[in-house]
């Protein structure tokens, strides 16, 4: 899942404070909505869910809450105390992530919304150095569908992976894979492209990406993601099933196993857009 969707309260506040002004009331007055009209309160809720979710920190409208009770703090600040202190992970992001959130307005599809994000999350100055890093050599619908990675997936999964290796062996995998059904509508390695070969459910869950192929590439992709998981489960670490030596995850070189047909691993995958995302922490 994605750690961002354990929101702040700052970010539950802007939404309901929002929510609120749409049907007139305020905190002092919330015990109104009771007496409102249920269509009332729906389109309100409506113009909430289309101003915002495409803005907000999360792929979720609304989503668990940092309240102090359940959650103390963000998921990597709770790893960095040792939280899972002894718990080997894998870790891993597809590379197109964003692709399918932006396709359906989840997250910042174009750039009036992303600034609108940075305003809204705190951080307006950031606005134009983001759209001159992603942007650079890519078209713009390229630059925000790796914006939508990752802002809502990669770079917190990074925070996580960097806390966890202080007290646990960590392995990073990219899902690189683009089946061909896919390529053929447009899509990349987007959002769950990887489930399906990592559990084995091929038949079950994704059909119309994955059918048999005469190569048998599904099988080879499936070998690979799969028995990562079941080594994982077995031993603890998912190494005996990829084709190519899969180093740990560390400080200096954040190993990524990439795999794909080709697989192979690379080392500081994307370095300089992690680094500019530090210290901003939307809505925090």
Known sequence: GLPANIQSREEQYLFTNHFLQELGLDHDSVDNLSEMCIKKIQAAAKKEFNDYR???????????????????????????????RGVDCLIGTCRDEGQLFTISGEAPNT???????????????????????????????????????DKMLWVDNVRCMLAQIQYANVWCYRFDYVPPEAAKVGFGATH?????????????????????????????IRDYLNGSFVGMCKDGSPCSAAP?????????????????????????????????????????
């Open 54 to 84: 495409s803005c907000n920190n999360g792929a979720l409208f609304a989503g668990p809450t940092i309240d102090g009770d359940y959650f103390d703090k963000p998921v990597w600040d709770l790893l960095a105390e040792g939280s899972a």
């Open 111 to 149: 750039w009036e919304k992303v600034e609108q994000m940075f305003v809204h999350g705190g951080y307006p100055d950031a606005y134009e150095f983001m759209r001159k890093l992603y942007g650079n050599g890519k078209s713009d619908k390229e630059a925000l569908d790796d914006l939508a990675t």
């Open 192 to 220: 769950s492209m990887d489930v399906s070969p990592g559990l084995d459910t091929y038949d079950d869950d994704n059909p119309a990406w994955y059918p048999p192929d005469e190569f048998g590439n599904r099988e080879k």
């Open 244 to 284: 190519v030596e899969w180093p740990k995850f560390d400080l200096e070189s954040r190993s990524t196993m990439c795999l794909s047909l080709d697989t192979n691993v690379i080392k500081n995958s994307n370095r300089e857009r992690f680094d500019a995302w530090d210290g901003i922490y939307l809505y925090k």
